[in-house]
């Protein structure tokens, strides 16, 4: 699969069944023959403007069906899809737009204003594109301003060509606490390293050929195994767009909800009524609120229908045991927590098919390693802690940044691997503990703390919903342990004292919070990131020292 593209198997999955439906949301049904002829005439007002091969073509969008017909219309082209966080402000969006070259942005009207200033600040604009309201914006810039839906009426469709796998697409990364960094994937890549999940775990060779993918995808659709996915998780994020791309390769249905914003009963209306098989989340921050409103509907006597969810896959962050418990009590699914980054991997997984399984257990997949200091993989069970380095399918590095690339992707035992700092203890059973991102490590008087560890033991207080662990300068030790936890709603009473010591019980002295500031809520990102510059602030204002 490594010679082709995505779009050129889309292309083909178009021709063989025109009438299976491809994508859904709120007022809209995409066959795979509409989804395709949308995303050409895409395409083709794209190349009408001198987009073509390795232009960069940047998504700043919400999830919806034009963020894949931006994507499928890139490919066409041989152009380079760009995430970008719809958080974004106008000089963040600027630096983004610069750092890639972008010549193409496609962005939401409700995120005019700070088009509006990037627009004027990035010169290699060639075409801005709006989807929402029919009549665009006047915006200061040299390129042409369009309407997405005038794009539909003016352009004609562009052929199917093939594209090879050596085309490109930029997966920016890092930026809730830095300027973010672009993560350079070719897209046979790619299409191999999601070929496990995507064919193998389905029980299916891996297609080699063009021929081979598509008549593949036909026989899983007439099988009756389609595979329903609804990317909660935003599509700016390598868990929703990736998985995503993996359901439109088994000619799979993508079911967005709507909104702007985590709606918890419309995901779970939207799943009863399009039988979802597949729900995309990131953790805690996502499943907290369905399973309340799981909860909620059932005390009002109205539970949601359940039974065509298979699979719940997350990655990126925190996801614990007491929500996986309460999905798999409801359900008979096979929840994926894995251990991922948009460098690759994943580098582990914890996988549960039923409240029997848990705790859960993390365990290194097929191409990772735990190395030391030195590069030499550790040996399981040797209470050392390491880093993991994965070793299947590998982007090309980043983007303008070959400093970044070499410290990144280096050569372990003779293989290439992506080693991005995430620290972990490899127990002799195989099971993978993981300490945190080692850029975050807490130096406390010459002891290193790892900030998920001490998450993970406060989490599993009963009252604690969520909580983040991070340093704060000592001058005796250095750095010291802070925390800023938020409790449930309905939790009861449980002190900054309660908190520390049921730490206290679980791990050693020096590894205790100093600091506790008990907050109603914690600041994420759309991908279920913790935003430190805002928790430091909430912990400045509401901390107490226990």
């Keep these: 699969m490594a010679e082709m593209s995505f779009g050129t198997v889309w292309e083909g999955?178009?021709?063989?069944?025109?009438?299976?439906?491809?994508?859904?949301?709120?007022?809209?049904?995409?066959?795979?023959?509409?989804?395709?002829?949308?995303?050409?005439?895409?395409?083709?007002?794209?190349?009408?403007?001198?987009?073509?091969?390795?232009?960069?073509?940047?998504?700043?969008?919400?999830?919806?069906?034009?963020?894949?017909?931006?994507?499928?219309?890139?490919?066409?082209?041989?152009?380079?899809?760009?995430?970008v966080n719809y958080r974004y402000r106008a000089t963040e969006l600027t630096d983004l737009l610069a750092d890639a070259d972008a010549e193409v942005l496609v962005f939401a009207g409700t995120l005019t204003d700070a088009v509006r200033d990037a627009a004027a600040r990035v010169p290699t604009l060639r075409l801005l594109i709006q989807a929402g309201p029919a009549q665009p914006p006047t915006l200061p810039a040299d390129a042409p301003t369009m309407s997405y839906r005038a794009v539909q009426d003016l352009a004609e469709p562009l052929p199917h060509e093939r594209r090879?796998?050596?085309?490109?697409?930029?997966?920016?990364?890092?930026?809730?606490?830095?300027?973010?960094?672009?993560v350079i994937w070719e897209l046979g890549e790619l299409m191999h390293g999601l070929s496990y999940a995507t064919y193998v775990a389905e029980g299916r060779p891996v297609p080699q050929t063009l021929d081979e993918a598509v008549d593949t995808a036909v026989a899983m659709?007439?099988?009756g195994r389609t595979r329903v996915s609804l990317p909660v998780v935003p599509l700016m994020h390598g868990t929703g767009l990736f998985n995503t791309f993996g359901t439109l390769l088994t000619a799979g249905e993508v079911v967005f909800a709507g909104g702007t914003s985590l709606d918890p009963a419309q995901v779970w209306q939207t799943v009863a009524r399009h039988r979802v098989t597949n729900l995309l989340i990131a953790g805690n921050a996502v499943a907290r609120p369905l399973v309340d409103e799981l909860e909620t509907a059932e005390r009002?006597?109205?539970?949601?229908?359940?039974?065509s969810l298979r699979t719940v896959i997350?990655?990126?962050?925190?996801?614990?045991?007491?929500?996986?418990?309460?999905?798999?009590?409801?359900?008979?699914?096979?929840?994926y927590d894995g251990l991922a980054a948009s460098e690759g991997g994943p580098f582990a997984f914890a996988v549960t098919a039923a409240e029997h399984d848990l705790p859960s257990r993390f365990r290194p997949t097929t191409g990772t390693l735990v190395i030391g200091p030195d590069d030499e993989p550790l040996t399981p069970g040797s209470d050392e802690t390491g880093v993991l380095a994965f070793g299947g399918g590998l982007p090309l590095g980043y983007h303008k940044d070959p400093h970044r690339t070499a410290t990144t992707f280096r050569t372990i035992l003779g293989r290439r691997h992506a080693v991005v700092g995430d620290c972990v203890r490899l127990d002799a059973d195989g099971t993978l503990h993981f300490l945190g991102?080692?850029?975050?490590?807490?130096?406390?008087?010459?002891?290193?703390?790892?900030?998920?560890?001490?998450?993970?033991?406060?989490?599993?207080?009963?009252?604690?919903?969520?909580?983040?662990?991070?340093?704060e300068p000592d001058q005796t030790w250095g750095e010291r342990v802070a925390a800023v936890v938020a409790l449930h709603p309905d939790a009861g009473e449980a002190t900054t004292r309660d908190l520390i010591e049921w730490v206290r019980g679980r791990l050693a002295g020096y590894k205790l919070p100093r600091r506790l500031a008990v907050v109603p809520e914690l600041p994420r990102t759309p991908t279920g990131k913790l935003e430190l510059s805002r928790a430091r602030e909430l912990l400045q204002r509401a901390a107490t020292t226990p």
Excluded: W
């Design 13 to 83: 999955i178009a021709a063989a069944m025109p009438d299976a439906v491809a994508v859904r949301a709120p007022g809209v049904t995409l066959t795979y023959a509409q989804f395709d002829a949308r995303s050409a005439r895409l395409a083709a007002m794209m190349r009408r403007h001198g987009a073509g091969p390795g232009s960069a073509v940047a998504c700043y969008l919400y999830n919806s069906p034009e963020y894949l017909e931006t994507v499928f219309a890139a490919f066409k082209i041989g152009a380079t899809p760009v995430n």
């Design 164 to 182: 090879p796998g050596t085309d490109q697409l930029f997966m920016y990364t890092g930026g809730t606490t830095g300027r973010p960094k672009g």
């Design 221 to 223: 659709r007439a099988a």
């Design 300 to 307: 009002a006597g109205r539970p949601y229908d359940l039974t």
């Design 314 to 335: 997350s990655s990126g962050t925190t996801f614990t045991d007491d929500l996986k418990a309460e999905l798999h009590r409801r359900t008979t699914v096979t929840i």
């Design 437 to 471: 991102r080692g850029s975050g490590v807490i130096n406390t008087g010459g002891e290193k703390v790892y900030p998920a560890e001490v998450e993970e033991a406060l989490l599993s207080h009963p009252a604690v919903a969520d909580a983040i662990v991070l340093a």
